[in-house]
């Protein structure tokens, strides 16, 4: 391990370590464009600039291009230094528009910050700026070329990182423009992370343009819900509104990075159908009058249909906190069936794949990007967890061999990510004793139970994609508590009544069913359905627990307060003009608390803190760290 001085502190780093990034251990922040740490360096930018004082490399060096080696005198506060990054930066800064009062970058941008930082307040550049003309790239992204620095980050992550083929550098020198041959909608599922990746203000989020400044935004750590990778992410949320979606590094989940889905599906929390306040028969009510009538009905359906009429129905989506409480509901409500899957199916099929893994053998999207060879089986990576896919392209860039067992063949995902892909019929083909650090990926959601065993029984690392962001633990729970499927419950004509949370229920086995309880956040047609409606917050309303694929818990922030959104309040665009505490909608409860009270009103016990026991664990995650395997 090389042993430098940096600004009089002694570091030692392992070999390869750029001087850059051994500044960083000891807290010592150099100015840097193009470095990124998904990305390496490339030296473009020229920003970086220190001066080697003694050493086996003396004079002005670019830090994120010099490896850090033994015996270095490292300044980043000589004056040479400075002098030259002050140059650099007046130099990017020549044809830039100066429009930081309307560019949305503004409070988060590194030009901006170094700007400053090198001490320039005055423009001494009188010619004239080199211009741009702007393309469309879709419904999510702005394009404001003006703005670029030439640091190539977006080009490097869209061809090189993503596999993206339809966006890229053209030009020359100082004609230098990165776009399509075209304008049109960005292809790759990657492309929104352009708008975290970029340090100025070229690529922005269109969706929350012109809407609020970086420090007006409400903000925590959060994780996903939108597949079962659980990618962490942090949430901007203004005046009740989810505004935007940025990635959150987690090594041991997404990386650097989150998939256009992940990014850009903020409707449904702004969705002003929202169910916001209870009702019952389809006339707002009071919780108070609602939980009355829910325990009075439910009351007379155990009187007219007997014990064990009742399901109780919970899902893949619903957070820990909730799950761990269904049991707890289903005895106090005399219910006969208690479900986390409404498919049979995949229930099963979720519940096989769960209890097949363990620690040894679940393998995370970081075990992806370092196989050296990923078999894919039954599975579409880019409907069921793109991430996986960005994954699987960063084994193939480090040499790994990639096998797609069934289904195209891998032709959809090899257009999209630009990698290889080798054909096989079964497993059995795939010659695994050639590699050392295998992966399987399978599809639990519609695999076959076979081909789920046959995962597990190459006796490599595997991934299981999953129906949902808290399916590990909705599997873990229907086993240790002998849950069923709904379907299998309407099928024997027992069920007469239906409480679910956060259940996504078929419409078929609704039918017929003379009392339905629905509690949600999303305009289901079970709540269409329910004659009592409780409403529920969504993630970003409530602090929570998701357990992702592999079986790691991850907590996530309250990111808003519940509400109507202002912009959703009146078709005028202003508030009611009434005082009061609470905003429209924001008495909601968190879906756990929901089942809590209902749980006390059914005469069980007061429930404080819904993870207790096994779970207790989980209630000092640091919503920020990597997460909790969960495996028995």
């Not at 370590?17 to 360096?41: D, M, N, Q």
């Not at 002003?272 to 009538?293: H, L, N, Y």
């Not at 009075?296 to 957070?319: K, M, Q, T």
């Amino acid at each position: 391990m090389p042993k430098l001085t940096i600004d009089n502190i002694p570091v030692d780093v392992p070999a390869g370590t750029t001087v850059l990034e051994a500044a960083k251990r000891v807290g010592i922040w150099i100015p840097h464009f193009c470095y990124h740490p998904a990305l390496g360096s490339v030296g473009a930018c020229r920003v970086c600039a220190v001066k080697c004082l003694d050493g086996p490399v003396k004079g002005l060096q670019m830090s994120c291009m010099l490896p850090a080696q033994e015996g270095m005198v490292v300044s980043t506060t000589d004056a040479e230094a400075q002098e030259m990054r002050r140059h650099v930066i007046e130099w990017l800064m020549l044809n830039h528009p100066h429009d930081c009062p309307v560019c949305d970058e503004g409070g988060e941008c590194l030009l901006q910050d170094y700007t400053i930082a090198g001490g320039h307040g005055i423009r001494r550049y009188g010619g004239k700026k080199r211009t741009h003309v702007n393309q469309y790239l879709g419904l999510h992204i702005e394009h404001e070329m003006n703005r670029c620095i030439q640091c190539y980050r977006c080009a490097r992550f869209y061809q090189e990182f993503a596999g993206g083929s339809d966006f890229g550098v053209m030009g020359s020198a100082s004609r230098v423009y990165f776009g399509r041959f075209g304008s049109g909608p960005l292809e790759s599922p990657f492309a929104g992370n352009l708008v975290d990746i970029c340090p100025t203000g070229v690529f922005t989020d269109k969706t929350s343009r012109f809407r609020a400044r970086y420090w007006d935004y409400d903000m925590a750590p959060s994780v996903c819900p939108h597949c079962s990778l659980g990618c962490a992410i942090t949430p901007a949320a203004r005046y009740r509104e989810l505004l935007k979606t940025m990635g959150r590094r987690n090594g041991a989940v997404n990386g650097w990075f989150i998939c256009d889905r992940g990014r850009f599906s903020n409707a449904p929390v702004n969705d002003p159908i929202r169910p916001r306040s209870p009702r019952v028969d389809g006339v707002d009510v009071g919780w108070d009058e609602a939980m009355d009538a829910l325990v009075i009905r439910l009351g007379e359906l155990l009187d007219l249909y007997g014990e064990g009429s009742v399901a109780v129905v919970g899902s893949p989506r619903l957070a820990l906190e909730g799950s761990v409480l269904l049991p707890i509901l289903a005895a106090c409500a005399d219910a006969g069936f208690l479900s986390y899957f409404a498919d049979e199916g995949e229930g099963d099929r979720t519940a096989a794949a769960v209890s097949l893994l363990t620690k040894e053998n679940a393998a995370s999207q970081a075990d992806v990007r370092g196989a050296d060879a990923v078999v894919m089986m039954a599975c579409d990576l880019l409907t069921e967890g793109p991430m996986l896919a960005l994954a699987v392209r960063q084994a193939w860039r480090k040499g790994g061999r990639l096998f797609m067992v069934g289904g195209d063949g891998g032709v959809a995902l090899a257009k999209t990510v630009g990698v290889e892909i080798t054909a096989l019929d079964t497993i059995a083909a795939v010659p695994l004793d050639q590699f050392r650090q295998p992966v399987v990926i399978c599809s639990a959601a519609t695999a076959e139970l076979a081909t789920i065993e046959a995962a597990v029984a190459a006796g490599i690392k595997v991934v299981y994609t999953l129906p949902g962001p808290n399916a590990f633990a909705a599997a873990l729970l229907s086993r240790e508590h002998g849950a069923g499927s709904l379907a299998e419950g309407v099928a024997t004509g027992r069920v007469k009544g239906i409480i679910a949370l956060e259940a996504d229920i078929p419409a078929e086995l609704l039918a017929g069913v003379p009392f339905v309880v629905a509690a949600d956040w999303l305009p289901t047609a079970v709540v269409r359905q329910a004659q009592i409606v409780l409403p529920t917050t969504s993630w970003v309303e409530m602090d929570g627990t998701f357990v992702n694929n592999e079986g790691r818990a991850q907590r996530f922030r309250q990111v808003m307060q519940p509400g109507l959104p202002i912009k959703g309040m009146d078709p005028a665009g202003h508030p009611p003009r009434v005082h009061r505490v609470m905003p429209p909608g924001g008495d909601i409860l968190p879906a756990w608390r929901v089942i809590a009270e209902l749980i006390e009103r059914l005469g069980g016990e007061k429930i404080e803190e819904p993870l207790s026991g096994r779970w207790e664990k989980l209630r000092d995650l640091d919503p920020e760290g990597e997460g909790m395997l969960i495996h028995d």
